[in-house]
Structures are given as C-alpha cells and as structure tokens.
C-alpha cells in the first residue's frame, strides 16, 4: 500500500509540468419558471472544474478544450447533465424542482461527497441557516431536536458550557458517549475541560464552543457503524462532519455582513411559599429566629411562624416587619443577558481560484452578574484549481475563546445560585448586597454555612479565567492520474493553547487565606493521509467508486498545573504571591496509524453495495495487540426503478447496513507500572525511597471497546415528491467495553481495567418531511422527526452487578449503571414498607427511609423535533417545537425545598399538624397527629419522592424574517438584505417538575439526571441583520 | 513557484505515509518520559523496609483501635478493640494494607531482582520481611490468600485463592529456613539503604532464626512437636544474643508521612489533642506497672495534658468504661511524647527481649534451646528494661540498680506451676509487645496470658467474650467472593469469635 503511494507520488511530481489551455465558457442556469438558480453547481465531469451561478443564476468558468460533460445540480432540483461540443462555450440550463433528499448529495466519511440514494446507511444533515437562524454559542447544542436520533442535553452553565451530544444512545460506561466532529476532513479536539459532579465544580467548556455558525455551511451525521466505520476506533459514538462555508468561483468580490444581538432574560420556576419565615419549631411551637448567630446558621429553614408584620430580626442584622419580602430573588439577583455577535465575510474567485475570508466576533454577558464570553474568530478558505489535473483546497481557522467567571454548579462553594435559591421569603436577596466585610472579605450572612459563599461577592471577585487560543487548518491536493483514477493527499492539524486559572478569593468565608491555581497547556493532533482512488464503470452498468487510503494520527499533550495558598499581600492574585503548594507536569503523546479501503459499486441505477474495512495500529496499546480491524457492509435499493408504483408513490428504497467500529482508546502509558516516591517523600533516614505507582494494575490486554450496528431503512417518498419519509431500525451493540474493575486487594491492587461491558441500544428513527403548500407566494412545509431509544446494560463485569456513575449531594439519590436497566438508571431511597409493601411510619407517625429503588432513567428515550416553515412573498416565519419523553429527573431542589419547608406542599399541616394513620414496624396501628416541620421533613428523606418525569413539549424557537425585495435595493451597493427576529425557549408547553425546568441536569457526564440549586434557564430574544455588498 | 509547493506538499505527505511500518517507534512513543518505568531497586528495598512496620492505616485502625485494646494496653470509650463492636474499615484495615503496600512492595520487588545472581541477598531478606507481614496477616484474620497474592501485576491473578493456615505455616518455616540458609556474607548486598542491619548479612540470619521461634512457637498448642523442632532448630541455627541484634527500625522527625512513627503521626495529629485524646492508656496496662513498682512506667506514660510522667499518677482507662471516672480526660495517661510517641520515634519490630521469653516458654516446656527458663527469663526483663534507650534520653533509662530491685521482687516462679511460669513469661512479654497489639493478640490466643477481665458490653458482638480474630475487608465479598466464601466455609463465620486454625 505505502509503496504504491510512492509511486503514485513521483507520477504526480512528474506530471505537473504540463499545464492545458483552458476555454471560458459562460451560461445560466433557471428553474422552470425561468427564474435564475442561486448558487447551482457546475462540474465538469471527472475533472477539478467547477462554478457556482450567482444571484441571477450566471456563471463562468474554464473547461478543458473539446467535448465535455458538465453536472450541474442544486438544493431542490433535479441533477442534470449537459453536454457541451468543443465549439459551444455558451450555455443554458432548465433545471426541475426535485424533492431535494432525492438526488442530495451528501458528506460522507473522509469528506467524500456522495448522492444520498446510493447510500446503505443513515445520515443526517443540517444546513448552514439552520445554525443562524436562532444562534447557539456552542455548535453542539445547534443540533437539538433537529435530526432524528441525535439526543442532546446540556448542561445549565450558561451558553459558554459544553454540550452533551449522544447519538442513538450511550455506548460505553466508561467513555464519554460523545460523537467525533471533524471540521473539513480534519478530527478536531472536544475534550471537556471540566465538569461539575456530586461536589461541584464548573463546566468548563468543549471543544464545540470554538465555532462560528455563520462560517458553517452544513453539518452531517453520521449516526451508525456503517456510517462511521471509516473512523475505525473513532467511529463508536458517530461522526459529525462539519463542513465550512467556502468561496463561489467567477462571482467577483463579495462581501457578506451579519450582526446579531440576542436578549437573554433569566426564567426563574421557583415557586416557594410566602407564609411562614425564617424558624424553626420550639417546644412544637413554630417560631421565628431571634439570634442573629441561629438566624444565619439556618437561614434556609422556613418553618418559623406564619408571617404578621410584627418587627423581626434580618439575615443582615436589621429589625424589618416580618412578612415576605423574597419572591423574586432569582429575578433580582440574575441580570438580563446579552449576546452580540457579528460576523464579516469577504469571498470571492476567478475561474480557477475562489476564496472566503471571514471575521467572527462573540460577545455574551452571562445572566449570572459578572460572568461573561467573548470569541474571535478569523477563517480563510482558498480554493485553486492549479490545472485540469491538480486541485488544491485550505481551510484556516484561528480562534480565540476567553472565559471569566465560568458558574459553579451544584455543591461548589461560591455557586452563587445556591443560597439564591434557597433563601427563605422572608429575605430579600439585596439585603445582602454589600458582600463585603470590614477587611474586604467575604460578609458574614451565613453563620456556619462557610461553603456557602454570599452571592454578590462570589460574582464580583475574580474566580476563574480562561483563555483558549487554536488553530485548525488543512490542505487537500487533488491530483487526477487519468479522468477515473485520482489520487488525493490531505494534511490538517488542531493546535490548542490553553490556560486556566481558579482563584480562592482572598477572605472568602471557607478559606480566607485563599488559592491560586493556574495550568496551561497544550494539544494539538495532527493528521496526514493518502488515497488513490477510482471511479467510473467497470462494465456495461456496473459503476465503481473505490478508493484505499492510508492516515497517521500524532496527538500530542503538555501542560504545567502550579498552585499556591495563602496570598501573601491579601487580594493581590497571582502565583508568585502565594505559598506554593503542588507543581505538576502533565504530559502525553501518542499514535495511530491506519489503511482503509473503501468500494461502492453500483449497478444501473437501482442497486448499490458498499463495502469499506479499516485496519487500526495503536501506539498505547501493547506491541503483541495494537491493531484491529473494523469492517463495514450497506446496501441500497431503489425498488421504484424496477417495479411500478401506484401514482401517489414516487420513490421507493430500502437499505441496510452493518459495520463494526471501536471507541475509548486506552490511554498512552497505561501499560507499564511506574514508580515514584511515596506522598511525596523522597527518603528516609536520608535513604532515597521509591514505590509501586497507583492501585490500579496495568492491563496489557486492554483494547478500545467495540461497537457493532445493525440498521435497516425505507426511504420514500409520495405525491410527486411532496411527502417524503425516511424510516430506521437499528441495534447497536457494545462489547467489550472497558470497566473499572475493583479486584481482590490480596492481588496487591485495587482496580484493573478489563474489555467486558455489554450494552444494547435499540431504536427506531422516523422523519418526514411535507411541503403542504406551495404557490409562487406563499408557501408551507412541515418537518418531523421521531426517535426512540431503548438501551440496556447487559453485563458489567464478572462480580459486579452495579457500577456508580455519580451520586447527588443530598436525599441520597445516585445515578448507576445495572445490568439488566437502561443506561444511567437513576436509583432513589423508597419509604420503608412492611413484607406486604404497605409504608411503614415510625411511632410517633414520620416516614422512614427504607431500601434503594430504581426510579427512571436520566436520559429521555423518546426524542422529537416539529418544525413549521412558512414564506410569503418576503417574509418567512419559523416555529420549531421539540418534546422529550420517558426520562426522569432528581431534584434536589425540591427535596431541599420540602425538608426547608420551602415548598408551596409544606404549608399543609402548619397549623395543627397533619393527622396520619398506619402501622409501625412490628404491624401495630399508629394513628397520630404530626407536626408539618417532622411530617416533611421525614417525607423529604425518602428520596424518591424527588424524582419526577422530566418529559416536555417546548415552543423551542421562533423565528420572523423578512428579505427586502430586490427593487428596492436596485440603486443602493446593497445586493440582498435580511432582517430576522427570533426568540428561543420562548414557551414551555407542557412539563410535569415543579420550581426547575425538566432540562436541569448540572453534568454533562454519564450521569444525566440529577439536579440541584441550578441558574435559572434563559429566554432569548434577538434580532439579526443581514447584508450583502 | 506554486508548483514547487505542490512538489513539496505532495512529497511530504506520501513520505510521511511510506517511512515507516504500520506500528514502528510505538513501543519508544509509550514510554512515559515522565516518570520512572525501571526502579532504583536499593530505593525500593528501603522503602519495602518501611513498609513491613505497616502505614497509618492498619496502625491507628487495626493495631491502635483494635488489636492494642482487645489486648488492654489501651482503652477507649468507645473503641471496637475495647467494646468488641464491629467496625468494618477498622477490621479491614491491615488486611487491605498489608497487600496494597508492604507485600506489594516486596512481590514487585523480588519479581525485578529475583534472577539476578547479585541480588541475592537481598531476595532473602525479602523472603524474611514477606514471613514477617504474613504471619501477622494470617494470625489476624486467619486463611488469607498467600500463594496466589500479590500477583495481580505479574500474572493477573485478580481473584487469589485463600490458604489454609496449616499450608501457610509450613510456607513460613520453609521460607525462613531456606533464605536463613541462602543468605551469604560473601555476596553483595544493599549497604546503607538497609535500615534494619545496615547489611550486615550475619545479623539478617540472626533474624531469619529468631523470626522462626515467633512462627514456630505460635504452634504450641495445635501441633506442639512441629513446634518444638523449628524452635530447637532456631536455636541451633543461631538466634538474637543481645539488644544490639533487635529488629528496630528508625523514623524520621517529619514531616508525617511515610518515613515518621505510624503510630505516633495520627495519634498525635488527630487523637492527642493536648490531652484530649479518645484513646488512652489501659487500667489493665497502669496498675499492673504501678503495683509492680515498674520503673518503665516513667518512660511509656506521661499525662500530656500537665507533662506529668510521675508513675504515682497515672491512671488508666477501664476497657469497659462508659465514660470517664471524675470526667476529666486529661487525668488519664498518654503516651509519652517525649519517648515512645514522638514522631521520629523507633518500631521494635522484634526484640532480643521478646526472644528470651520464647525460649524461657520453650525451656520451661522441657524443650532443648541450651539454657533454663530462669535465665531466659531475667535476660528477657533486664533486656526489655535496657532496650527502652532507643526511645532516647529525655527521660532517665532504667538503671541496673532499678532491674534488680525489680527482678528482685519478681523473681522467676522456678517452683511454680508450669501454667504458673507461663503466665509470668508471657505477662512480662505483653509489656515488651506495647505497640505491638497485633503480636500481643496473637500470643494472648496462644496461651490465655495475661489473664484479662473480659469486657461484657450490650454493644459488643461477642456475648463479652475477648475476640479471636478479626473480621475480613468486606471488598473482599465483592471482589473475591468465591474464594472468600471457600474460606469462610472451611474456618468457620467470619465473626470474631470463629477461632483460627492454631487457636483450636
């Protein structure tokens, strides 16, 4: 294989002497009602010419001397070819409206575009105005409800977090489920860079984050094994293609301007009750607080006496009447957000070479005071046809990313939406304004709840800063040998700068002396691959499009981690001035090497099979088992070519497809025991000392996981290609995945790592797509899509049944992997019960804690997304619904909210208890009046009582635009402006969780499903406006 | 010139993809540069050294909270060791540390040196601090896994097999007759990273031997005559002839960690609190020091809170105390921190002192170790009273005029019961086994001495009867449960009242 590129190599270098004359040609293209086709490509078959048509439909461009063959297709119409004689150089096109899935071209693995109907696979696919038209920071998250099977759930950390992408279901316990993005042929980093977890923490962003959406032209899925199979041990959890916007040839200079500012209001659910302040009972009297010390010590507790406007003591020290003075804390503590973003795009070719030059700029100021976003993004694509043979393409993309103030989620010190959330009524959040102390730490509005930091002051100190600078670029060659065989070089790279800093703020209440932590790092992967391909007919209907290829992956990883304690001079934050703690060096680098193949053969135009295999050598994995190999096998139908449909039936094919792809890659390094001194000392009795490194026993077996899919498909379409559908089954199933094993300690260790997880994913994935109306003027199409995931977990390992991914922070509910359950099954605490499962109550009538039960899952089996597009002469108007159900929620916000006496359900019983009658323990009647304080309190310990269907309907995104005619802008330098209104999260339509929002997972891990004193979701409105010059 | 780019583009790629094999330079690529994949084998001895004497762990949890109070050195309020109770990680903790470090340590050690002919002596003294960790392993908890342990790394053996005790003895014996054998004082060995002899080869055989009288005489009472031979075989191979071939092995002054005293980091960290400490000193322990006028009383106990060491007035804590008598800790002794609980005070991992009472208990049993029980006897006393010196001098050492009057007063029992010079032989031993509860367990299993008042608590687990062994990690039912279950089912409930095999 390496020789043959060799070869193929100096053939190219020898060839490139000779350069063709070229011929311009010039043409139009227009659909039926001849009316220019914007943007419809022309290729000239077999060779690296192509055009864009520009606003009214017009090209140019060179083509070879003599008789040619130009493709000429467009989004909507129907392909077509046209033949152009040595002597024609002018040429007009008719092409007819098509339903558009149809004769698609689509992006498949490696780039390598594709017509969707020879396809054996799923794939999905997103446009670029699909991304603008309600902006997301994070690309990631632009794929919500869009695409069937594609389930993604992010974190509530504000639109500089993570997202949480999961297609057609989790795969491996111990990776992070998430799809490999490839931007223009080049895998690109999405590591996480933290995230928050039963003890807190902040989300600190992905990869997804670095893009801008106006340079995006399309995203494609590539939802199963077949699909991914090119990816080999990459391919697991599907594959993102993301392909940027490029320059139109022969279209002269251009310039593209879009400005858009979003809105971002806070949406507070809390709904806590406003009758009873700040207390606790005394002597079974409910009774305010009068010590200022106990008043702060519990200044959640609303279980005091009913409100009377008499004088009473404030968290702040001050005699107020006693009433409620804090229903909106959370609007009165969170700001109105704002998003600015502009992008500046200069494009522009000639007939061989065209560009796209664009400048992208981010602006976001969090709800959350004093947390803020920005991103500059610069990107360039160079197109040239450098001859009729030889074709290069680059792409450059710089971009900048910088974070302060990232929020701290669930139980960190300083998330400020902690005492936010549970301030009682009786406290009005700017009491506590004034966050400092006399000495300019932190105030003391807290008592003992030292790791509960005063809002005001956590956001106005400094905490955290990131700053994130990359570089993705690449460069393709494409060399034609002959007019069927070619041969293509590819080289990209993403290079990461990255520096993170987490401060301890002087005096702040749990640690004054505070912290510095600060690491910088870098990553970077590189790629550079070959392929040789061929593609034309091989006999009389029988086509071939077949390439082998050969790819090198180098990822490389280096970064320092210091930190300090104590500020030495108070409030001056930065490393030199702290005691220095820790120094750590953080380093890897590692390989992978692969060959590939792929061969689609297709007979007449109604039978495709494609068949792709990719073998895999790992430079982290031991020398006697580095490599896999991972195959694939589709097939595609056409049916409505060969047998005759009923009118109202227009196209028919079915597909099915197998492949075998890996993910999880063993770390570098994992294979041999090190040493190092042990908790650091290094002798003793000036001895040098040196021990076993770690619990964990290196496994030189360990290999990636393995993901195998099954899928069937029926793609159709009816009425002359007015309805068209699109229906998948497929089972996924995960072997050998890796688990963290606990072992005997007698072995000397703790844990190993083995291949021996199973999991299965089971769905079904529909979508359909109606254009029910459709005149000059106004017109209607309707799109849905459906999916349904049934995963399961069919073993762990050997001698565990249930492994934890994560537990909450109160009422002890966790979220757990057990065989035999859906992936992330959340487990919670029933009422104690007697043999007959009757509740059993303690005698003084309060409920007890009895076993650990499962209660749902995290993750919400059925998906869906409802769009809506209609136009009318210049205004279009889209209304995007989207609706998850089957998945459940733990909130401990609502169980805090009962055991604080919070919630609205707690004011039953305050004034003469709650009358309850059962039995105790030993069966005997217990009939007895309970106090409201230990009714709900005890009811607040069985956990699962906080667990709640996190199914809803949302009135996702709203968008209002109107073109400005073209008349109109006849004597202005404008060619076309837009004017857009949107709104997102605008209404939610149905839910069933009380005081949250049923989104209000603080994690992006495994551990979905579990929520606790989170920000409040936003609203966003916002306007863009677009021009072009 | 854009050709040229091409050229070197081009050449650059497909030279890239056709250098070098599919997987060449891998194995180079993934070694961590930053951190050490081939040991310093003499670091590691040192620290495997260390190791043996057990971490924090197993000393605070299993020595200090368990075995030391079962045995009434020390008492709590509420101590599992005092009450009986159980308490998982407690019960646990020398079974999980054992293994994870000290054992590991020393497998992972041997299986580097094992073939290479100049490290010979140094596999034998790995063979003998290996016998010295698992016989406290088994004596503890009983069967554990010994021929299949420690191989998780070399062999992947995740789930090993547990032994019987029987098997394990007779390993014990073997191993230390055979490295006793194989050590050789005309071969290298390790210099000073020895902390134990400073690799003075003869004093190692010295300990390979005595280190045989502790495993064979705990089998006096389950097979008596297998106990004999190894006993008079010790003797004859040579055993610990005076103070100076104690097994001590010395700490550091900090900072805690690894290198300082395990006992005295946590205690004196978390516990001693100016006085305040949970656990003090036993009642069982200080009368029996002040009735007998002991004058060591003054270096082991001091009242932390005053600094008070006067032996008039310590006091110990009753093991079945509720709380404290007059309500006042700091009126109970402590350690003394500045002897015994200092960080950098020494372990006596095996005395020369402990050594004479074996053989007086072997003489007394009419077996052949070439002396009387008598001499065993005071030579053991005056040896344990002299050893206390490696506690340093901030408190005076006991004088010869002191041991005699003490001896004097406790003379040998010549014409007492056997039972009787028994007693007083292993009483004296249990003085000399402060800080070694787990030894001073084992021997008050053995022979019943010194006779201990039970402590009959409702919160015990035992019906008030004294422990006898201890109950298994509990990952071990996860982790290993069928071999744990096969355990369990040839000893008995893995309670703490199931007596182990040489306890029968």
Redesign the interface.
Known sequence: MKRILAVLGMVLFCSLGAVAQNRLITGIVADAENKGVVAASIEVQGKPFNAITDAEGRFKMNVPEGKVTLNVSSIGFASKQVVLQENENRVSVVLLENTQELKDVVVTSFGVKKQKKSLGYAVGELKGDELTKNKEINLGNALQGKIAGVNVSAPVSGPSGSSRVVIRGATSASGLNQPLYVVDGIPIDNSQQGNANMWGGADKGDGMSSFNPDDIASMSVLKGSAASALYGYRGSNGVILITTKKGKAGTGLGVDFSTNSTFNTPASLLNWQDQYGTGEPLNGVATRYNNLQQLRDNYYNAWGDRYDGTPSLSLDGKNRPYQAYGNNNVENFYRTGYSFSNTLAISGGNETTNFRLSFGNTKDESILPGTNFGRNNIALNLNSAVNEKISIETNAQYITEKSHNRPYLNDSPRNASFPTTFLTPGTDIRWLSNGYDANGGEADYFGSNTYQTNPYFATQQPLNDDLRKRFIGSAKVNYNITDKIYAKGVIGIDDINYEYTEIEPTGINYNPGGSYENRVESRSEYNASGYLGYKGDIAKNLSLDAFVGANRQHNRYSGIKMKGNNFIVPFKYFYGNTQPDKTEKLFSESEVNSLFYSADIGYKDFLYVNLTGREDWFSTLDPSNNSTFYPSVSTSFIYSEIIKLPEWMSYGKIRAGWGNVGGALPDAYALALTYTAPDGQTDSQGQPILGVNGETVPNKFLKPYNVSTIEFGFENTFFNNRVSTDLTFYQKKTTNDITDADISQASGYKTTKINVGEIMNKGVEFAINVKAIKTPVFSWSIGYNFAYNHSEVLNLSDNITTKKLDDNRDGKASVVLEKGQPFGTIKAYDYLRDAQGDIVLDTNGKFLRGNLINVGQGVAPTAMGLSNDFSYKNFTLSIFVDAKFGGEIYSATNQLGARYGLSEETLAGREGGIVVSGKDINGNPVNTTVSAYDYWRSYSDVSSNFVYDADFVKLRAVSFSYNFPKAYLAKTPFQSISLAFSAHNLWTIYDKVPNIDPESNYSNSNAQGLERASMPLTRNYGVTLNVKF | M??KF??I??????????LTS??K???E?????????D??V???F??AE??VDGQDYSNTRGNNGYAGQIVQHFASLGGPGSKYTYVAEYSGSL??ES???G???I??LMSVVKDAPENSNMVQALRIMKVLMFQKLTDTYGE??YF??????NG?????KYDTQEAIYNDLLKELDEAGDALDAGKGFVG??D?YYQSDVSQWKKLANSLMLRVAMRLSKVNPAKAQQYVEKAVAKGVFTSNDDSLVL???AG?A???TNPITSSWVRNDLNGGEANIKFSKTFIDLLKNNNDPRLRIYAKLEASGDNNPANQQGLANDAKEFPGGDKKLFSDPNTSTVLRLDAPTLLMSYAEVQFILAEAAVKGWNVGGTAQKYYEDGVKGAMQELTIFGDKVPAVSTAEYNTYIAAHAFKSAGTEAEKIEQIITQKWIVLLFNGFEAFSEYRRTGFPVLVPVNDPIGETKGTIPRRLIY?Q??L????A?YKEAVSRQGLDVMTTRIWWDK
């Open positions: 854009k050709n091409i050229k583009f081009c050449i650059t790629i497909v030279g890239a993809m056709t599919c997987d330079g891998f194995e690529m993934n070694k961590n540069p930053n951190a050490l994949t040991p310093a003499k670091s590691m040192t620290l260390i190791y079974f999980g293994y994870g470090k054992l590991n340590q497998f992972q554990v896994p299949e342990a420690g191989k998780g790394y992947n053996v995740f789930t090993p000073a990273a902390l010395q700490h550091d900072p960690g690894v290198r990690d990952s071990e996860i982790t290993n449960a071999n």
